[in-house]
C-alpha cells in the first residue's frame, strides 16, 4: 500500500513517469521506502528546499500511523 501510493505521487510529478521505481526494505521496526527517478526528474522530486520531498513524506508518515508502522521515504539515484 505505502510503495503504490508513493509511487503515485512521484509519477504524477515527473516527466519520465517509467522510470520510477519505488524499493521496499524492512529494517527493523521501520519500513524504508527507497524512490528512484531519472537524473533529469530528481529536482522534480526533491522540490526547492526539498519541499516537495518533504510533503511526500507527510503524506506517508499520516498514512503510516494508521498502520502503526514507522515508513522512511529516501530518494536515491
Same mark, same amino acid.
Given at each position: 500500500?505505502? !510503495? $503504490?501510493?508513493? =509511487? +503515485?505521487?512521484?509519477?504524477? #510529478?515527473?516527466?519520465?513517469? %517509467?522510470?520510477? *521505481?519505488?524499493? $521496499?526494505? $524492512? *529494517? &527493523?521496526? *521501520? #519500513?524504508? #521506502? %527507497?524512490?528512484?527517478?531519472?537524473? =533529469? ?5 526533491? &522540490?526547492?528546499?526539498?519541499?516537495? +520531498?518533504? +510533503?511526500?513524506?507527510? !503524506?506517508?508518515?499520516?498514512? +503510516? ?6 515508513? #522512511? !521515504? %529516501?530518494? !536515491?539515484?
Amino acid at each position: 500500500m505505502m !510503495v $503504490e501510493l508513493v =509511487e +503515485a505521487i512521484a509519477k504524477a #510529478l515527473v516527466d519520465h513517469p %517509467e522510470q520510477v *521505481s519505488v524499493r $521496499e526494505v $524492512e *529494517s &527493523g521496526q *521501520s #519500513l524504508v #521506502l %527507497e524512490l528512484r527517478v531519472a537524473a =533529469e526528474d530528481m529536482g522534480k522530486v526533491i &522540490g526547492k528546499q526539498g519541499r516537495i +520531498a518533504k +510533503a511526500i513524506r507527510v !503524506v506517508v508518515k499520516a498514512a +503510516a500511523t494508521k498502520m502503526n508502522k514507522r515508513v #522512511l !521515504v %529516501e530518494i !536515491v539515484q
